[in-house]
């Protein structure tokens, strides 16, 4: 046993890269993939994958069969479910290298780029790959005015980090942060509870909004006459996913006539409930900072007292 302790240490991995703090604005870290220096928008609504944007010079690059090393190519389809909605779509595992740390991944070339990137992004990548003992996404200095709100931290249903945020006894909401995106959505689930919670109503027309990997769904825009809080920040409204992961749940009623009535079901059946809520900038906007942090992994907001 004293002997194979050497090779053990030498195994292990190794520690954490310190703290990072990027600008909520533009949230890019420098990276290395299949040796060409990339630029990647940090998620932190993200899956633990990486998402090359069609227009990259790395999306070409990428479909080579060998990498400068010499390495053949790991090649597979990613499959994955946008509600109704199944994507298979190609990944290679390529060796990353973060702040000269080594990193392994999927890396995903999709028909679209991800919503909210700054200039000169080639990509996203999941915040559950950085190799950093904690990230903060920076919008202004804290003040007099602003609050923490610490939660603990979990990867969720979809292999997002996450938290849970109680409703009431019994009722939980599978709650995600995305600052890239513009408005928060919710599932036909998560929906059907923030009604309940916020006295809340469907309105206006039928859309369809880009929710992952370029898949448009159809949403209807919830209204709530009570704020409902979300760690602390007032929801006030939502994109409804009209008819993905809805369980036994059923929508809001609506205010305004739409014809015939909209049921929750879909090509795929009703899908099993998954009261998920992906809070988006049109919320987060009040917090002067969204950080992470791995071990004990939680989450901080520090945002404006509502």
């Not at 299949?34 to 998402?51: E, K, P, Y």
């Not at 006459?225 to 994109?239: C, E, F, H, K, Q």
Request: net charge positive; glycine share 10%; hydrophobic share 45%.
């Amino acid at each position: 046993m004293l002997l194979a302790a050497p090779a053990a240490a030498a195994r292990r991995a190794p520690p954490p890269l310190p703290p990072l703090e990027l600008p909520a604005a533009a949230p890019l870290i420098n990276a290395e993939i299949a040796g060409q220096a990339v630029r990647l928008t940090v998620d932190f609504g993200g899956d633990d994958i990486v998402q090359i944007n069609p227009g990259s010079t790395l999306a070409s690059a990428l479909q080579a069969d060998a990498r400068p090393d010499g390495q053949a190519v790991d090649r597979g389809l990613y499959r994955v479910a946008v509600g109704q909605t199944w994507l298979a779509i190609r990944f290679s595992r390529e060796s990353l290298v973060i702040g000269g740390r080594p990193v392994r991944a999927r890396v995903l070339r999709p028909e679209a780029a991800a919503p909210g990137q700054p200039a000169g992004s080639d990509g996203t990548i999941g915040l559950p790959l950085l190799p950093h003992a904690a990230v903060t996404l920076r919008r202004r200095a804290a003040g007099p005015q602003d609050r923490a709100v610490t939660l603990p931290a979990r990867t969720g249903r979809s292999d997002a980090l996450g938290f849970d945020w109680p409703l009431g006894p019994g009722r939980t909401l599978d709650v995600e942060l995305h600052p890239l995106r513009a408005v928060t959505v919710a599932s036909a689930a998560a929906s059907s509870l923030l009604a309940e919670a916020g006295q809340g109503h469907l309105e206006g027309p039928v859309r369809r909004i880009p929710i992952a990997f370029g898949a448009a769904r159809p949403v209807r825009r919830l209204r709530l006459n009570t704020p409902v809080p979300i760690a602390g920040l007032p929801l006030r409204s939502a994109d409804v996913r009209l008819f993905d992961w809805a369980g036994k749940a059923e929508l809001p009623p609506e205010t305004d006539a739409q014809g015939a009535a909209v049921t929750v079901v879909g090509r795929r059946g009703r899908q099993r409930g998954w009261p998920v809520l992906k809070l988006a900038n049109d919320v987060l906007n009040s917090c002067a900072s969204i950080a992470w942090q791995r071990e004990p992994a939680r989450f901080q907001l520090i945002c404006a007292n509502d």
